[in-house]
């Protein structure tokens, strides 16, 4: 690897380390700080983020304008119907007032890499995938703090934390769309060094996303132990309930199977690392690990590959139309 790609790279994790300190900055409770949750995780999902954005072009915004019909029926899915669903089921299992909210959390959350990826093998429109996630990404900066702000108030009552709406906002924007934005700057630049980037930063994300979700598990085992009977079948529910809707609503309005495909998938799966982090921002946890509220997202993580595994079976042996 050239050293100018080396630069490039340290150059990258050194602005990642001052975004994390950044958003890391209010976090700390009272003289308790925990470097993995005000440092590690927010650097962490900058990161993942970044490797989203290495692969992106700006004529993978331009889906709206390609594909309005797909676009239209995968974002109402994403930012109206996902957090509609999750709100009955939240209500419906009667989950406590933090993990109720750690699920809207969840469904507010744009799909990820991970979305990206299983698209592929389930032989949907990748290309499609991408611009979703993409132009989502962007979008729930405002919507998911609104939104999360509303479920608080419903779920916590007078419980709940203040929260600086417009503060959660920017720190999301931080943590998603300015590495993404990174990301984009040197595919369009430095074309070259972003393809021999692409591949090792994927690997690195993948990692992160596994230690992540296994970490805030690990650190609300008592909590999970308490609520598996209700938060397993809410977070399954969600996935396999938004995969449906997804895939029904596409096929409905004439969508080919490809895309019909992609719309179930990014309607069904989640970035649970923007959930946890989500959670952690907004309250972080008095012993200084992962907050209840990541939880669910946590959760999510492991599970929606037990529910996601039989419709990438099922979309295999489909013949391709």
Same mark, same amino acid.
């Given at each position: 690897m050239r050293k100018s790609t080396l630069s490039l790279i340290f150059a990258?994790?050194? @602005?990642? /380390?001052?975004?994390?300190?950044? $958003?890391?900055?209010?976090?700390?409770?009272?003289?308790?700080?925990? =470097?993995?949750?005000?440092?590690?995780?927010?650097?962490?999902?900058?990161?993942i983020m970044f490797s989203l954005g290495i692969g992106l072009t700006v004529d993978d915004f331009t889906v709206v304008f390609k594909e309005p019909k797909a676009f239209a029926i995968g974002l109402t899915n994403q930012m109206i119907v996902l957090p509609i669903v999750g709100f009955v089921i939240?209500?419906? @299992?009667? /989950?406590?007032?933090?993990?109720? $909210?750690?699920?809207?959390?969840?469904?507010?959350?744009?799909?990820? =890499?991970?979305?990206?990826?299983?698209?592929?093998?389930?032989?949907?429109?990748?290309?499609?995938?991408?611009?979703?996630?993409?132009?989502?990404?962007?979008a729930t900066v405002i919507t998911l703090p609104l939104i999360v702000g509303l479920s608080m108030d419903h779920f916590m009552g007078e419980a709940a934390p203040d929260i600086d709406i417009l503060r959660l906002g920017m720190e999301v924007f931080l943590l998603t769309t300015v590495p993404v934005g990174l990301g984009m700057t040197i595919r369009h630049y430095f074309a070259e060094t972003a393809d021999k980037m692409e591949k090792g930063v994927g690997m690195v994300a993948a990692g992160l996303f596994v230690i992540i979700v296994l970490a805030a598990i690990a650190t609300e085992w008592d909590t999970l132990m308490d609520n598996i009977g209700k938060l397993g079948p809410a977070v399954m529910l969600l996935c396999a309930v938004m995969l449906g809707i997804g895939y029904g609503s596409a096929a409905f309005l004439e969508l080919n199977s490809k895309r019909a495909t992609t719309v179930s998938i990014e309607s069904g799966i989640q970035n649970a690392v923007v959930g946890i982090a989500v959670g952690d921002l907004i309250l972080a946890a008095p012993d200084g690990g992962f907050s209840t509220l990541s939880l669910p997202s946590g959760v999510y993580g492991v599970l929606m590959y037990i529910v996601i595994a039989p419709f990438i079976y099922w979309r295999i042996t489909q013949s391709e139309d």
């Open positions: 990258i994790f050194a @602005l990642f /380390l001052v975004t994390g300190s950044v $958003v890391a900055e209010d976090e700390v409770v009272e003289d308790e700080s925990n =470097v993995i949750v005000d440092v590690v995780l927010p650097v962490a999902l900058a990161f939240a209500s419906g @299992l009667g /989950l406590s007032a933090e993990l109720a $909210v750690g699920l809207m959390i969840l469904a507010c959350c744009p799909g990820g =890499v991970t979305s990206n990826i299983i698209t592929k093998l389930a032989k949907g429109d990748t290309a499609l995938s991408v611009s979703y996630t993409a132009i989502v990404s962007v």
